[in-house]
């Protein structure tokens, strides 16, 4: 019998333990009716959590959902290790969609904690999401309209705590925010 069913309730500490679990692991953490109760609101602070995860490691704070439309079970979850694992690519959604494996994209929704880059704008599409939901365009915004173009239903569900993350690192790191959006040359122009 999994810890959390139907009748638990929803706190911050119950969806921390969840994104620091393995999402293989899930099903014994987790009943399906559980999962099935959440909103949007959830998935995208679980997102958001992921994305302080990143963070408080050193990384850039963006985390990623991906869920399953039918039965809203968690496929894949994952944050930025850009700087944690010396990846140039490895973004939240990246991380996320790694996590899932080889699943057929098209029924699932990608919860973000952050508008998505052009790189993770691209990958999306071309997994054939049918939606994505995007917690920040406070702070980066501009692949909405493209992912739009590409048959993807988008939805901005802004969360204030990811916003404030968000703010928070670029004035602590604002060079590895560039470094992030633009790569390595991006942060050699932001230091000149």
Known sequence: MPLFNAKTEITESVLRTIAHMPTSSLP??????????????????????????????GGCPIGAVIVDNLTRRILGKGHNTLVQEDHPYNHGETSAIRDAGRIDFSQTTLFTSLSPCDVCATLLYRRGFARVVVGDVTN???????????????????????????????????ELEMEDWQGVSGRLRYDV
């Open 28 to 57: 014994v953490l987790v009943d399906d009716a559980c999962m099935q109760a959440w909103s949007d609101a959830t998935f995208m602070r679980l997102a958001v959590l992921l994305a302080e995860k990143s963070y408080q490691e």
């Open 140 to 174: 980066a915004s501009g692949n909405e309209a493209l992912l739009r173009t590409q048959g993807i239903q988008v939805d901005v569900l802004e969360d204030p705590k990811g916003i404030d993350l968000y703010v928070r690192f670029r004035s602590e790191q604002p």
